[in-house]
């Protein structure tokens, strides 16, 4: 089964092993861009390199093992269906190590545009003039404080809520972790070509333990077993729409929170009030703008798949959301979760507002309460 783009040599391009040649012209005729493309692109992977090295650190083994493995994927353009060779990967993962530990403490470098060289997190900037030409670029934060860069095709792009919605395709730049949709000021970033890699990883998951009865059933609304490409490509069309409306949910929040809320979560950084707190904002954030959606849109294949998705904190602070997508298996009607939804709504609006005015109390202090507040369990 073939990946979404096809590696060739571009010109200007860094043609060592940390840094493998990506194309921009598979499926699309390339735009004569006025700028070095190629310089560019290895001026964004130098600073996913730095990232990594600073901060993959903080993954646990198995997470690390399981990026490192699709990463070596991605920079190989290797079909999702090719065996790994174990040993390649392991020659690449030590000369990866290496690579790192000589970029632990660099600076992140600024991006070769024709008016000049340009900070990598000036990101409005950078897409004013790439996007003309058909491409976009992100450099933002992420959970942890971890910095994302990716420079990849930009495949459209559409405005809602007053919010610039780019969806890209063929990646030609990225780090280690490769989230499918990112929130920065007042643009959505959604990487298809990262979220086909996830949803593929899900489908393997599946097939080595089909304990997730949610995803079971999120896949068997897509035909995998006849065709397979086919299968991934419908499923990542579907949930591209889910990441958008997860991504508008989080604009809303994050603007009626202000800065409030990272203060907070720098106060209770590396803690499980953190978790908890995070959880809480995901659930505001779905209440407001992804249960509506996918319950508006009827899409069974969506509504699975989010409960596939729905574990870990999120699952045991609202287990009533959960029994709603019982009652709905159970009697085929959307009610359950259109209650639970607004129900949902008007409590994680409050939670979170609980949170601020804990921390405005506490400080840093504010850690203890903000699990005893969330704490599921009965007291």
């Given amino acids: 089964m073939a990946v979404a783009c096809k590696s060739k040599t571009m010109p200007g391009r860094d043609m060592g092993a940390a840094n493998p040649p990506r194309t ?7 735009v ?18 730095i990232s990594d090295a600073q901060y993959a650190g ?25 065996e790994l060779p174990k040993a390649a990967i392991g020659d690449w993962m030590n000369e990866r190590e290496r690579l790192w530990k000589g970029m632990e403490t660099a600076l992140y470098v600024p991006l070769p545009l024709p008016d000049g060289e340009t900070d990598p997190f000036e990101v409005e900037a950078i897409n004013q003039v790439l996007a003309p030409a058909g491409y976009i670029y992100s450099g933002g934060y992420g959970r942890a404080c971890k910095p994302h860069f990716f420079l990849a095709r930009l495949a459209r792009q559409e405005e809602r809520h007053g919010l610039r919605i780019y969806v890209s395709d063929c990646e030609y730049a990225r780090d280690l972790d490769a989230p499918p949709g990112m929130l920065l000021q007042d643009s959505i970033f959604v990487r298809t070509e990262a979220l086909r890699r996830w949803l593929w990883e899900r489908y393997e998951e599946w097939s080595w333990n089909k304990r997730n009865e949610a995803l079971g059933r999120a896949l068997a609304c897509y035909d995998f077993t006849r065709d397979t490409t086919g299968a991934l490509e419908a499923m990542t069309r579907v949930e591209t729409e889910s990441v958008i409306l997860h991504e508008l949910g989080e604009a809303r929040v994050e603007a009626e929170l202000g800065q409030d809320w990272p203060h907070f979560l720098v106060d209770v950084m590396r803690s499980r009030a953190e978790i908890m707190a995070r959880a809480a904002r995901d659930l505001y ?3 407001v703008s992804t249960l509506p959606g996918l319950l508006q849109q009827a899409t069974p294949a969506a509504i699975h798949f989010y409960f596939a998705n729905f574990i870990g904190m999120r699952r045991k602070l609202f287990p009533e ?6 009652a709905w298996l159970e009697q085929g009607s959307l009610e359950p979760l259109q209650q639970a939804a607004t129900h949902g709504l008007a409590h994680w609006q409050s939670r979170v507002g609980d949170l601020l005015r804990l921390h405005r109390e506490l400080g840093e202090r504010a850690g203890p309460a903000v699990e005893a507040l969330l704490d599921p369990a009965p007291h």
């Fill in 32 to 49: 004569q861009a006025p700028f070095n493309l190629g310089a560019i692109v290895s001026a964004v992977q130098t600073n996913c390199h």
């Fill in 58 to 82: 903080d993954l646990t083994l198995c997470t690390f093992l399981l990026k490192m493995r699709e990463l070596y994927r991605w920079e190989n353009d290797l079909p999702f269906t090719a």
């Fill in 285 to 287: 954030a779905d209440c």
């Fill in 24 to 30: 921009p012209t598979q499926g699309r005729h390339l």
């Fill in 321 to 326: 959301l959960l029994q709603a997508y019982t």
